[in-house]
């Protein structure tokens, strides 16, 4: 299997450099030449597997079509490593639970950071120790966060041989227990960077450095954001798991919604319909700001800037630049490199905005394109989380809150899967206002907001984090 750039398609890739490269030197992100496709025998085959041997199991059945450059017992070995219930505090790894009839929730919060970045972090720290182990390499990694992705990689890197973490976060702006989970780890490979702006400035400053291909090659930048492949081919795995779960048979269809803020979730399910899971509906669940869902509603795609990015209650999809979106318009766009260059490397940073209502009118009319999309407010997620708990006794995050309240608009007669965002404990204190009363605490992390932290406040100025790079690998 060979790996092509969003923008380009002249250089193609095998796995495990795209894995240690992240984002390609054009600027643009890797997709497989093809995607491939899983028929009738091979879903039913995958069925049987997952019932009786477990996630790990599966996980290998779907990363084998996609990984061929490393060894079919190597890749084996670091499934069952990741997916364990020590791990994941539960033998089913990604359990679905009924909330009532055709309606579930997958549970993806079950790992160490209790955050759904959680299911592919942990593998991605696996392959990056494995491969790096295997040529004699260290790697640096820079990465953005909203809040859920720092603490996943942060935690699934720490103390991994050749390896240091460099994880970039807006400043003040994630809820008290993510900022603690980070900011409370002393391991030297670990680096907190507190950027004095929004998600999108930490995102920014990580393709600007990224882009430069000299800094990028002299200090080995690597990255984990969801434009890294693996990361986002590690979630495709959970929509199987869901799938197997909610049906009986592969004669059934379901619909998936998706909180979404940089679009690599539900990226994942895009690329697990086109290789063929009978998925029907895609839901794309957004709070205020709603970038995708107003693309999904118009064809229009507008980015907003940091002043006109709002900070909001679930603050994990406070994100009005979705790096992941030019994988969908890519394919959409039937993978015209030069079109998608051109609209993402000059329309976009030029106009803000580009208008594809006419593509995708045409593309909806295809097969695996059904779309739908929706929007929260703060106190839909509080009136949602109340409703929730009342009627099933069940306490939801406030991002999970924004996907239940778009797929009740959204649910047709399929069966309909929520996937879960986080344990509510990260953000307790929209869960008070909510219920009058703390989520459920974890006992390993009682206090942790007490703890030393270890972290930098830096300007969102990319030369002065190449700077601070610079001095810690010197």
Partial sequence: ???????????????????????????????????????????????????????????????????????????????????????????????????????????????????????????????????????????????????????????????????????????????????????????????????????????????????????????????????NWARLLAQVVYYFAGYFQATSSNDEQVDFTVPSGNFGNVCAGHVARQMGLPIDKLVVATNENDVLDEFFRTGVYRVRGSADTHETSSPSMDISKASNFERFVFDMLGRDAARTRHLFAEVLPREGRFDLSSELETYREGPRTRWMSGSSTHADRVNVIRVVDERYGVVIDPHTADAYGVARKCAGHNPMIVLETALPIKFAATIREALGRDPDRPARFDGIEDLPRRVQVLPADVDRVKVLIAQECD
Avoid at 94 to 106: D, I, Q, R, T, V
Avoid at 120 to 132: I, K, P, R, S
Avoid at 157 to 166: D, E, P, S, T, Y
Avoid at 187 to 192: E, L
Wanted: proline share 4%; with cysteine; charged share 20%.
């Fill in 1 to 227: 299997m060979n790996y092509l750039s969003t923008r380009s398609n002249t250089t193609p890739r095998r796995f495990c450099d795209i894995l240690l490269e992240g984002l390609a030197p054009d600027g643009g992100l890797y997709l497989p030449e093809h995607y491939p496709q899983v028929n009738s025998t091979t879903l039913d085959h995958w069925r049987r597997l997952y019932v009786q041997h477990g996630y790990a199991a599966l996980a290998f059945e779907i990363l084998s079509l996609f990984v061929d450059d490393i060894p079919a017992a190597d890749l084996k070995a670091l499934c069952e490593k990741t997916y364990t219930p020590e791990v994941f505090g539960t033998p089913e790894i990604a359990p679905l639970k009924k909330l009532h009839e055709g309606f579930y929730l997958e549970a993806l919060s079950n790992g160490p950071t209790l955050a759904f970045k959680d299911m592919a972090m942990q593998l991605l720290g696996n392959l990056f120790e494995y491969e790096l182990a295997r040529r004699g390499e260290q790697l640096n990694i820079l990465g953005a966060t909203s809040g859920d992705t720092g603490s996943a990689a942060e935690y699934a890197m720490r103390g991994k041989q050749g390896i240091r973490v460099f994880m970039l976060s807006p400043h003040g702006r994630m809820s008290a227990f993510q900022q603690a989970q980070m900011f409370s780890l002393q391991d030297a490979n670990i680096h907190n960077i507190a950027i004095e702006g929004v998600f999108d400035d930490c995102q920014d400053i990580v393709k600007a450095v990224s882009n430069d291909l000299d800094f990028k090659r002299q200090y080995k930048i690597g990255t984990v954001n969801s434009i």
